[in-house]
């Protein structure tokens, strides 16, 4: 079975810190994606990587970056963490991009 | 960026009872996917169906596609109190873009 780990379930920063939020999938899978969740809206994609050390940018990427190093890695950085980006963290990964996607349990970043 | 919607928002039914979501599209697709999610958890897969194809089955799950109509609908038969989640469904679209998801369909069973 496919396994798609995030570095933390439930994760309280304050304004301004650097976050570093960790994505490990255990299948081969060339794409990795990060999405945030947030009640009314659904889904949005922040970036995605078809390769190591290949990324691209999603709907919602303003305030975000990523680093895939290795391919079972994918790693969403928050530069200078803001209460607007408190939210539902997601991380999936898939063999080809609109193929089936396996998702993470989530994180739940709080900013104060 | 081309996006399913689910209808309804939200839906509460009897255990037994079956329940229907609805989600419509805009442009053509190659496949559209359904996904779970338990409250506070990540997105469980639950079925593919592509373009070519008009209904599948997965256990109590029946998902169809009309692409003239651009719809999609996912059926759960004799719902559980375990089937209680959020259902989104996902589709891919032009050229090689990421799967975009709707906002989905809270539904919950009552025992």
């Known amino acids: 079975d496919v396994k798609v780990t995030q570095s933390s379930r439930y994760l309280v920063k304050r304004t301004g810190e650097k976050v570093f939020l960790e994505c490990v999938q255990d299948m081969d899978h060339e794409n990795m994606f990060w999405y945030r969740q947030d009640p009314g809206l659904g889904l949005r994609l922040i970036y995605f990587?078809?390769?190591?050390?290949?990324?691209e940018k999603g709907d919602i990427p303003e305030g975000y970056s990523v680093s895939r190093e290795k391919k079972e890695r994918f790693s969403l950085i928050l530069e200078s963490a803001s209460t607007n980006q408190t939210s539902m963290y997601l991380c999936?990964?898939?063999?080809?991009?609109?193929?089936?996607?396996?998702f993470g349990p989530g994180t739940r970043l709080l900013v104060l | 960026s081309q996006q399913g919607e689910e209808d309804p928002q939200a839906l509460s039914i009897q255990e037994g009872e079956n329940a229907t979501m609805n989600c419509s599209y805009k442009t053509s697709i190659n496949n559209l996917q359904w996904y779970r999610q338990n409250s506070g958890r990540g997105l469980v897969h639950l079925i593919l169906?592509?373009?070519?194809?008009r209904e599948k089955h997965s256990g109590r799950l029946r998902v169809t596609l009309d692409t003239s109509k651009k719809s999609s609908s996912l059926l759960i038969t004799a719902s559980r109190a375990a089937d209680t989640a959020s259902y989104f469904c996902a589709t891919d679209g032009t050229g090689n873009t990421p799967l975009v998801f709707g906002k989905g369909t809270r539904l919950s069973v009552i025992a």
């Open positions: 999936a990964s898939s063999f080809d991009r609109v193929e089936t996607q396996y």
């Open positions: 169906i592509r373009s070519n194809e």
């Open positions: 990587s078809y390769d190591v050390k290949m990324k």
